[in-house]
């Protein structure tokens, strides 16, 4: 009985996912199928403003003059970059980004 019951249970979830999957197909854009066009409808960010507190995260750590190796932050978007978030504890924390929780 038990062994008939989980059986049961197994033809109807694998129907239940095979239906399922069907009723999007052809409605959400599939991601990788043309990587050099951006599907139609797809949000965008169409302006950025950089506040001082971005910028000060960005900097944390590193101290004036800054090298011109820092000038691609002039140019950073919206998109994620591991330069200004903190990274690793101590000892590798160069940029102090833990130092009040050390």
Known sequence: MRYSLVKVLLVLTATLAVSSGSAFSGQLPIAGVEP????????FIDQYDKTSDWRDQALQGVQEPYPPSLQFL???GAWYT??????????Y?????????D
Do not use: I, V, Y
């Not at 591991?82 to 000892?91: A, C, D, I, K, L």
């Open 74 to 76: 002039e140019d950073q």
């Open 93 to 101: 924390d160069l940029r102090n980004w833990h130092s009040s929780t």
């Open 36 to 43: 050099s066009q951006r599907p139609e409808g797809t949000p």
């Open 82 to 91: 591991p330069f200004n978030r903190p990274g690793m504890t101590s000892p």
